[in-house]
């Protein structure tokens, strides 16, 4: 975007560093910075650090007036944008930080101090590091910071943090399956109490109220001006309303769709009644007026059908999971239709699926001719069964013309056994008979 010829940027820039810590400096060579460039700048205590530029013009303007900080009060200087050496520096100074931390651990845990190293934070020059612990308490850390100089070589500065900030710095993945927005984009940190849980009609479990930090956690305070707003219409104290039938109690509260359900004593249904109705009885129970009955005066609702929206354009139709699988079924109802189907008289005929016609290769000539070579010997064979089967049809003519010649003449006929089917030769008729003494 192109800035007006009379325009003056804002020579204040928002340099981010390790964790959620973000500062404010002055531009004052009015060199070109954009988001995310690394750049060298003046510390309190002497030295220098290294950042990120997070934040420039007149968004800067308003991120200082949102901290409520003043101008004048911002006097340390961007030195100079930061060159290879400088980032080769400030990547050998990061990567000493979690030895150090271990380092400082032990040495902790040695004094028998009760206090949690949670991280380190090396100053961009390497002569300076910031440890931050967490503490129920004050902790006497002299002698602690003595071994650490002695070991370390550096300047050291302790700084106690909370639960929040531990988690912030640390970072992680929430309930939700997200980061911890304490460590993505959160810096502000506003005290919740359980009230807004309360308010949101939150079970008061602490193990699903708590976040990783062990607080109640942050995001019970993202929606608890929506609730406020809808309970600014619903009536206190509306626990029962008297009638004419009996007492009919609160069972219920819709507080987005103005509608409170009541039930008499032993009735199992539930009568939803709005707003406006429950405070022009609740009016009549203070004057002694008791209405005759809640369903009568109660109009019927009917129940809001959700209607679904879609955030997206659907181009090709994959937004069933299952679409594949209605495609299987339905093909399989066509084959089934297929196979039956009805005739005029009532009777059903199965129809096979036509075919398509199948094209069979073309036999190589070694198959041919070997086929030949086997049909000779089966030609011969047809040929030798239909001959016993001629001779087989004359023996039944003859068996059948000497049985009517027997019942003519009443003559028994001699039978010759036929064929070897009938005849069975007796092994022993060749053998010599033993001589009779």
């Known amino acids: 975007m192109d800035l007006p010829t009379n325009y003056k940027p804002f020579n204040i820039i ?53 901290k409520h900080q003043k101008l004048d009060d911002i006097t340390r200087k961007v030195i100079r944008r930061a060159t290879p050496a400088d980032v080769d520096k400030w990547k050998a100074a990061k990567d000493m930080e979690w030895e150090t931390m271990h380092k400082a651990r032990t040495l902790a845990l040695n004094l028998g101090l ?23 308490g004050r902790v006497d850390f002299r002698e602690l910071i003595k071994k650490m100089a002695e070991s370390f070589r550096i300047r050291i500065e302790m700084r106690q943090i909370g639960m929040r900030q531990e988690a912030s710095r640390l970072g992680g993945l929430g309930s939700c399956g997200r980061e911890l927005c304490c460590s993505t984009w959160l810096t502000d940190f506003k005290t919740v109490s359980t009230s807004a849980a309360r308010y949101q009609n939150l079970s008061l479990n602490t193990l699903k109220l708590a976040g990783q930090c062990g607080k109640l956690k942050c995001c019970l305070n993202y929606e608890l001006d929506t609730y406020m707003d809808a309970l600014k219409d619903i009536p206190d104290d509306v626990d029962r309303l008297e009638t004419v039938i009996g007492m009919a109690r609160l069972q219920k509260t819709d507080i987005f769709r ?74 399989k109802k066509k084959k089934r239709n297929n196979k039956s189907r009805p005739k005029q008289d009532g009777t059903t005929v199965a129809v096979a699926p036509a075919a398509a016609p199948v094209v069979k290769p073309a036999r190589p000539a070694a198959n041919n001719q070997r086929r030949d070579q086997n049909a000779a010997p089966q030609a011969a064979n047809n040929q030798k069964r239909e001959h016993n089967a001629a001779v087989h049809a004359a023996n039944k003519q003859k068996r059948e013309q000497n049985a009517d010649a027997q019942g003519e003449s009443g003559e028994p006929v001699s039978k010759k056994p036929h064929g070897n089917r009938h005849f069975r030769r007796n092994k022993n008729s060749n053998k010599p008979k033993p001589n009779a003494e």
């Open 14 to 66: 928002e340099v981010k560093f390790k964790g959620s810590r973000k500062d404010f400096y002055i531009n004052h060579e009015h060199a070109y910075l954009e988001m995310g460039d690394l750049v060298v700048v003046e510390t309190t205590t002497g030295g220098y650090d290294i950042g990120h530029v997070s934040l420039t013009g007149e968004l800067v303007r308003m991120q200082i007036k949102k």
């Open 258 to 331: 103005k509608l409170m359900w009541f039930s008499y004593p032993n009735q199992e249904n539930w009568i939803p009644i709005e707003i406006s109705r429950v405070k022009e009885i609740q009016k009549l129970n203070k004057e002694g007026i008791k209405p005759e009955d809640l369903k009568d005066e109660a109009a019927e609702l009917e129940p809001v059908q959700p209607t679904k929206i879609l955030d997206y354009e659907n181009v090709v139709g994959q937004d069933s999971i299952t679409r594949l699988d209605e495609r299987q079924n339905n093909k």
């Open 114 to 136: 009760s206090m949690k190293i949670s991280d380190v934070d090396y100053q961009g020059d390497k002569t300076k590091a910031t440890f931050y612990y967490t503490a129920e």
